[in-house]
C-alpha cells in the first residue's frame, strides 16, 4: 500500500469536493449533461471521462441522494467504482445503493430505472483492466488503501 496524500484528507478538500459535486449535479441536471458529463482531472486529463448522476436513496435518511460518477458501459449496464479516492471506507453512494439497489442513472438526458450489484471477483477481475484503462487513476486508489475497492454492476430493473 502507498501513502495517499495528506492534502486529500483535509477538511477543507472534502468541503471542496461537496460543493463541486453540488454545483456538477446542479449543472449536469440544469443542461441534460451538456455541463458536468465529463471528468478531466488527474489521468482524465484534457480530454476528459464520462460521468454520470446516480441516484439513491439514503438507507438512514430515506431521501434521494444524487452523486456524480465516472462511470463505464458495458452492454445495457452501468459499470461504477466506490473508490472514493481510496479513502479506507466505501462511499455513501455505495452504502446506499447495497441497502436499496434501485438506482437511477441518468447518463446525458437518458434517465434508467436500474438494479445494483457487487462485482463478483470474477466480473470484478475482467472489469478491472478496462476501468484502469477508461481512468489509470483507480489503481492509484486502490494503492492508497487497504479495502478492495468495489465495483458496482447496474442493471435495467425488470418491468
Not at 443542461?31 to 458529463?37: A, E, I, P, R
Not at 482524465?44 to 438512514?60: E, N, Q, S
Request: proline share 8%; glycine share 6%.
Amino acid at each position: 500500500m502507498t501513502t495517499r496524500p495528506a492534502h486529500l484528507d483535509s477538511p477543507t478538500t472534502a468541503r471542496i469536493i461537496k460543493w463541486m459535486s453540488h454545483v456538477n449535479v446542479f449543472l449536469y441536471r440544469r443542461t441534460g449533461g451538456l455541463l458536468g458529463s465529463k471528468w478531466r482531472v488527474g489521468s482524465a486529463f484534457p480530454f476528459g471521462i464520462p460521468v454520470c448522476l446516480l441516484t439513491t436513496t439514503g438507507h438512514k435518511s430515506g431521501q434521494q441522494r444524487i452523486t456524480p460518477l465516472v462511470f463505464m458501459e458495458d452492454g445495457e449496464n452501468v459499470v461504477l467504482v466506490a473508490s472514493q479516492g481510496g479513502l479506507p471506507k466505501n462511499p455513501m453512494w455505495y452504502l446506499n445503493s447495497m441497502a436499496d439497489p434501485r438506482v437511477s442513472i441518468q447518463i446525458k438526458r437518458r434517465v434508467t430505472t436500474m438494479t445494483a450489484r457487487v462485482a463478483t471477483p470474477d466480473e470484478r477481475a475482467a472489469l478491472w483492466p478496462r476501468l484502469t484503462s477508461l481512468y489509470a487513476d483507480f489503481d492509484n486508489y486502490q494503492t492508497w488503501t487497504d479495502r478492495t475497492i468495489p465495483v458496482v454492476i447496474c442493471v435495467p430493473a425488470s418491468s
